[in-house]
């Protein structure tokens, strides 16, 4: 599992939602990787013009990594480790982050750097291009990229409190995944199968409405179905202070059980055929 805490891209989140997160995972028998990645110059402020390809650079960097280390044997480093289950898990703008890996790898979206020459890896013996990622575990995830002019200027609390009608990308560094613009369009056929979002209801920087569940209604129109798209909602503030507070920890362990019955069941029944 590779890890992106959250912070609105200002800052990273790194203990509260990266390590205390891997270490609960790991508890569970999950390899788990967090990845403390880049901000822009002007990450500091509420309002910034950077765009979110750096990002999305180390997260590519961090799930390159994770599958050079699969298929060692189980007294390496990581253990055995299998890259036909690699899960993403986002909070807040380290959802979109994971989003827009999901993206990268398994498309292309405009702005961001070209997908790596997989030949390389064919030269290697390695197979050719990796298999997918296999699901998205994604916690109160942002669809806006906190870096775009486009979100009212940089300050994304606006369009989260006021509504976003009539909200289209703009600019060529957009990444913002809206109801129905470009980048929604590019993003929902590269989502891994699986997907599992989780938040609270009562929260109003991000409702569930405008991200979690927008989502899920955006994947299940395009793939036809229902399976793939999850959201669960926990109980939380009633206030947007609450973002990312109040969430209740059985969250973790619904998560391990959903990682289970879909990612590894549907292996462990692929074993069996």
């Not at 750097?113 to 013996?125: A, L, N």
Request: hydrophobic residues 40%; charged residues 20%.
């Amino acid at each position: 599992m590779i890890i992106f805490p959250g912070g609105g891209y200002q800052k990273v989140m790194v203990t509260k939602e990266g390590t205390k997160v891997a270490e609960h995972f790991a508890s569970l028998g999950y390899s788990s990787f967090v990845v403390n990645y880049r901000l822009g110059r002007l990450a500091f402020m509420s309002v910034r013009s950077a765009n979110v390809g750096p990002i999305v650079n180390d997260a590519a960097a961090a799930l390159a990594f994770v599958r050079s280390q699969c298929g060692q044997t189980a007294d390496s480093r990581f253990g055995c480790l299998d890259e036909n289950k690699i899960t993403v898990c986002g909070f807040s703008a380290g959802g979109h982050l994971a989003l827009c890996l999901c993206a990268r790898d398994g498309g292309e979206l405009r702005d961001l750097p070209p997908k790596p020459d997989w030949s390389v890896r064919e030269g290697e013996g390695g197979g050719g291009k990796p298999p997918p990622i296999r699901a998205a575990l994604l916690i109160y995830p942002t669809l806006r990229s906190p870096t775009c002019w486009c979100v009212a200027g940089g300050l994304w609390m606006v369009p989260a409190m006021f509504g976003e009608r009539g909200f289209k990308n703009s600019g060529e560094h957009c990444t913002c995944f809206g109801a129905s613009n470009e980048a929604m369009g590019t993003l929902l056929p590269t989502l891994p199968k699986y997907v599992m979002c989780a938040t609270v209801a009562g929260d109003m920087l991000l409702p569930a409405h405008k991200h979690s569940a927008l989502l899920a209604k955006a994947l299940e129109e395009h793939r036809g179905e229902k399976v793939g798209g999850d959201v669960r909602y926990y109980h939380g503030g009633p206030f947007w202070l609450w973002h990312g507070v109040g969430m209740h920890t059985s969250w973790a362990d619904e998560a391990d059980d959903w990682v289970r019955d879909n990612v590894h069941k549907e292996e462990h029944d692929k074993t069996k055929i």
